[in-house]
């Protein structure tokens, strides 16, 4: 049986169906307390909205559904009965992904016609027909199959709509795109389905009109590139079973074959193009799914060629790194998107926007040092806020808590998980009751490697300089071992020390859209003096801005091109030498 099955609706049965659904969203923090969820309409105004633009549809299962009612098959599973805010995710918006975009097709190759058994879903039949066949290529050289069915009944026709077809299915991810062998295209209308085991998705011309054909791909490529290994995996129903509910009808009451496909356009949505949804579809979808988000960000790891639009407007952490966290007090850093001017860190224990860490406070700079974070190696969950475009955004992160042994001594100074000043530290510790011994081992190459410091026992200080240390911003691993009974320890992690600045705004690789730009980067402990050239000639290029040492960290150019050219800046910092690193804009 095919997966999916979606087909247009009339609109005005889409209308009350979706408005009939309501749906939560996350207010925009409070100086005072945090975000909280709340029933609101507007994520149910924003999708009727979307329908009315896009003659909204989904498929005969969710359309025949209640709105407002839990399956029993997605309710045993899962034990949610919050109703849905969206019926079909596919109408959400048409503009998620738009025509324009960049797409990785490359060409398109008729082969002639073979005869082919197909699946047509207007029948529900598998016959033999003889399809007009295409050979597709993408610029990473992956390729696939169209085969157009004889409805079409030329080639012009076939070949018109299979390379529709083509560059519509290079503007989705590849890691999407890469698991369909072969797009079978109808003419006329129907419900476009895929088929996992062969690879294989089906569309209809007439069914893809309204600009909604990259997001219907998006939908049918998820099934065949990430359900069979994904929706039995035990992580997925693990934040299947923790999200509020399912973001469609649709998915709920196909919770086992529909919630992946369901689910990934709207992450796409909200992590890389914000600006094309409203802010509280972007909060419906993230306070409904925010595990679900959370699965996605782990496995979904090559978006090629999606634009991150998401940077230009919403801040991200750059410290520190998705992953465990190295100690009980860590200093939260994060990026500053042009357009920002406000931030607000949320942490908590409780699972996504809790607060029992740090509660909601606005602050102005883009940094915050948290104490009293958990030792039990449980989770932290962190949400990170942004003003921006006089609208508050946000985006949802875990990080596995530090686990302590409490039987060795802890690390004071440096700060764990900090970035080093130089290239000496002296590490200190407390000196536990009953400790006699210590050892300190320093690596590059993982917990406990010691190709900076090994092995050498002490007993005469709780503390020990390190000399060698390296300043290329690299790992530095630090286990630190106790002899109390017996030698036990706790392993550490820090950043080296910076020798290049790294440019802060605008977000690196970002598309500039104003002549006047401000250049901001950090300022590396040491770094005496810094240059920036600008060019349009390629990296180094001086067409801009010439080589001209200045000794603050940023500087405000007003003669930067609009026309869409590539902008090259190369950032240079002088600490005993001069180094540089390279970026490019308008990419």
């Known amino acids: ?46 999708s009727s909205s979307s329908s009315s633009s896009s003659s909204s549809s989904s498929s005969s299962s969710a359309s025949s559904s209640s709105s407002t009612s839990s399956s029993t098959s997605a309710s045993s599973s899962s034990g949610k009965v919050e109703p849905p805010p969206y019926n079909g995710t596919v109408f959400l918006d048409p503009d998620i992904i738009l025509a324009t975009d960049v797409t990785s097709f490359s060409s398109l190759e008729y082969t002639g016609t073979e005869n082919q058994s197909i699946y047509d879903g207007r029948d529900r039949k598998t016959t033999e027909q003889t399809v007009f066949t295409y ?14 069915a004889p409805d079409f009944n030329n080639e012009a026709n076939a070949r018109t709509f299979a390379t529709r077809a083509a560059e519509a299915l290079g503007r989705i991810p590849r890691q999407l795109r890469q698991g369909v062998q072969v797009m079978v295209a109808f003419n006329g209308d129907g419900r476009a ?61 196909n919770y086992l074959r529909e919630d992946i496909a369901e689910s990934v356009l709207p992450y796409l949505a909200i992590r890389f193009h914000p600006t094309r949804i409203s802010a509280s579809m972007e909060q419906t979808i993230q306070s409904v799914n925010a595990h679900r988000i959370a699965f996605f960000d782990q496995i979904i790891t090559d978006v090629y060629p999606l634009t991150d639009e998401s940077a230009e407007i ?48 606005r602050i102005a700079n883009n940094n915050f040092n948290a104490f009293g974070l958990p030792d039990d190696g449980g989770s932290v969950y ?12 946000y985006d949802d992160y875990r990080f596995p808590a530090y686990s302590i042994n409490q039987e060795a001594a802890e690390i004071r100074s440096p700060v764990p998980g900090s970035t080093l000043a130089t290239s000496s530290a002296t590490f200190r510790w407390d000196w536990p009751t009953g400790a006699s011994e210590f050892n300190l081992e320093i690596g ?66 970002s598309k500039l859209q104003n002549k006047n730009v401000t250049f901001s980067w950090n300022k590396p402990f040491g770094a005496s003096s810094f240059d920036l050239l600008v060019g349009t000639n390629g990296p180094g290029s001086t067409n801009i801005r010439a080589t001209n040492v200045i000794g603050e960290n940023e500087l405000t150019l007003n003669n930067v091109p609009t026309d869409g050219r590539k902008i090259y800046v190369r950032l240079w910092t002088y600490k005993k030498q001069w180094l540089y690193i390279d970026y490019v804009f308008n990419d």
């Open 135 to 148: 050979r597709v290529v993408f610029d990473d050289q992956a390729t696939c199959e169209v085969w157009a």
């Open 382 to 393: 962190a949400r990170l806020w942004t003003y921006t475009n006089n609208e508050w955004r």
């Open 314 to 361: 919403k801040a991200r952490f750059t410290q520190p790194t998705i992953g465990t966290l190295a100690a009980s007090e860590i200093n939260f850093e994060w990026s500053i998107p042009d357009s920002a001017t406000q931030y607000d860190l949320i942490l908590g224990t409780r699972g996504y926007g809790s607060d029992d860490i740090r509660d909601s406070n």
């Open 444 to 509: 590059t190459q993982g917990a406990g490697s010691d190709d900076i410091r090994s092995s050498q026992v002490f007993s005469d200080s709780n503390s020990l300089t390190v000399n060698n240390l390296p300043e290329n911003e690299e790992n530095i691993y630090v286990r630190l071992w106790t002899n109390k009974n017996g030698w036990s320890y706790n392993d550490y992690q820090y950043k080296a020390s910076a020798t290049r600045a790294k440019l802060l705004s605008p977000i690196p690789n």
């Open 1 to 46: 049986m095919p997966l999916c099955n979606y087909k247009p609706f009339p609109l005005i049965l889409s209308f009350i169906l979706v408005t009939a659904c309501g749906g939560g969203e996350q207010s925009s923090p409070s100086s005072s307390n945090s975000s909280s969820s709340s029933s609101s309409s507007s994520s149910s105004s924003s």
């Open 193 to 253: 389905n895929a088929d996992l085991n062969k690879k294989r998705i089906r569309i209809y011309k007439d069914g893809t009109n309204d600009n909604l054909l990259e997001e219907l791909l998006v939908h049918e490529a998820a099934h065949v590139s990430l359900d069979q290994e994904h929706r039995f995996n035990s992580d997925w129903l693990f934040a299947q079973s923790q999200d509020r509910t399912f973001i469609s009808t649709y998915a709920r009451d």
